[in-house]
């Protein structure tokens, strides 16, 4: 939800807002907070107060200039904070959810500068639960399809179309920032790439993307390109959940559709995540999803998840301490509703259970790993919330 107004951004203290019938600034954001229960947290269950858990936080500000002709200069400035400490978060970054700036036109598209969301974000995610209504709970083991979106990527330039006849298409490719030669992998050390569309045709949403990160290691702390396409953002992913070694490159081919029916929407995603490490080895998940919502009054929502991740690990030290053999799996089933107390206030409750099998050795829904259920094969999480938007 967003309001326009040519004096809200002066709370912000450091910044100004002059709107024209020409141009506007937007200031927009939430608030989410509530409790949650964990049964397993290493050997230990846990209860905590949450944030972002039904929406993650953020403000932000978005502008928009005339330029004439229908070409517009446009900006984004997101910030991701806590609502529990008022920390910031994504590697506390004042605007670490989103900073670019850029040129749109309504015939031809957009294109646009700076730290954005990859074409599995901007076209398949919409489809999946942790995108729609379940979040961080509703992330692919470890989000390591990013479908939750856990990394965003630097020095990307990107192009995204009109809607031409309910299809849309775009692209990115994300700068490493390193001259060839500078190391062993030069101009591709922290580099990446993506590929993605969309149409839509009344009740139906059908979506495709591809996503290749290049050396992302590369970019964490101590790392041989710190200002490269993934910054400090990668030893947040999967990487925490399954194996410590530096990874080489990473793909993600993912596909998703819903249909609206009678109050119901019914979905369904599959993405295809390959990690190569330094080490040769290698580790292939499959990502299946199936999702519903029922929409029961225009107040109360319901949801159903169940994901299903199969992997195979080539060599056996890709499988390091998460699993035993060279083909874990995991199952998680996630059930939700939320009640509406009026176009910016919603009530939360969300539950998930997750099983890890095959050679699986533990479960771990939190996508960060920050949460694993070590030694063990299980794990519940129930949460209740509130979210305020702005």
């Known amino acids: 939800m967003m309001k326009k107004s040519t004096i809200g951004a002066l709370l912000l203290g450091g910044f100004s807002t002059i709107a024209h019938a020409q141009s506007s600034v937007t200031l927009y954001g939430n608030v989410d907070t509530g409790i949650a229960y964990t049964s397993n947290v290493q050997g230990k269950s846990l209860w905590q107060e949450t944030q972002g858990i039904g929406l993650g936080n953020r403000w932000g500000l978005l502008g928009q200039g005339d330029l004439g002709n229908g070409l517009k200069a446009i900006f984004r400035l997101e910030n991701g904070y806590s609502s529990s400490s008022g920390a910031l978060l994504n590697g506390g970054r004042l605007f670490g959810r989103?900073?670019?700036?850029?040129?749109?036109?309504?015939?031809?598209?957009?294109v646009t500068f700076g730290r954005q969301y990859d074409s599995v974000?901007?076209?398949?995610?919409?489809?999946?639960?942790?995108?729609?209504?379940?979040?961080?709970?509703?992330?692919?083991?470890?989000?390591n399809d990013n479908m939750f979106n856990s990394l965003r990527i630097n020095n990307s330039v990107k192009y995204a179309s009109s809607q031409i006849a309910g299809l849309s298409f775009g692209g990115l490719y994300a700068f490493s920032n390193q001259a060839s030669g500078g190391n062993s992998t030069g101009f591709s050390n922290d580099s990446?790439?993506?590929?993605?569309?969309?149409?839509?045709?009344?009740?139906?949403?059908?979506?495709?993307?591809?996503?290749?990160?290049?050396?992302?290691?590369?970019?964490?702390?101590?790392?041989?390109?710190?200002?490269?396409?993934?910054?400090?953002?990668?030893?947040?992913?999967?990487?925490?959940?399954?194996?410590?070694?530096p990874v080489a490159k990473q793909t993600v081919g993912a596909a998703g559709a819903n249909y609206k029916i009678s109050g119901f929407t019914i979905g369904a995603v599959f993405s295809d995540v390959v990690f190569d490490y330094n080490d040769g080895t290698s580790l292939r998940l499959l990502n299946y999803e199936a999702n519903v919502s029922y929409q029961i009054t225009q107040a109360i929502a319901t949801q159903l998840v169940y994901t299903f991740t199969d992997g195979t690990a080539d060599g056996g030290a890709s499988y390091g301490n998460f699993a035993d053999g060279r083909h874990p799996r995991w199952q998680q089933v996630t059930a939700g509703a939320s009640y509406s107390l009026s176009k910016a206030t919603s009530l939360y409750v969300l539950a998930a259970y997750q099983l890890a099998c095959g050679d699986?050795?533990?479960?771990?829904?939190?996508?960060?790993?920050?949460?694993?259920a070590w030694g063990h094969r299980s794990q519940i999480e129930l949460t209740t919330g509130i979210t305020v938007k702005f």
């Open 98 to 110: 989103q900073a670019y700036v850029g040129l749109s036109q309504q015939q031809f598209g957009a």
């Open 121 to 143: 974000v901007d076209y398949v995610s919409l489809l999946a639960s942790s995108k729609q209504y379940a979040d961080q709970m509703g992330a692919h083991i470890g989000d």
């Open 192 to 245: 990446a790439f993506s590929v993605g569309a969309a149409y839509t045709n009344g009740p139906l949403k059908i979506a495709a993307a591809f996503l290749q990160l290049n050396h992302p290691s590369s970019g964490n702390a101590n790392g041989s390109n710190t200002g490269g396409a993934i910054s400090g953002d990668y030893n947040t992913l999967s990487t925490n959940i399954f194996y410590s070694q």
């Open 360 to 372: 699986a050795q533990r479960a771990a829904i939190s996508p960060s790993g920050g949460e694993t």
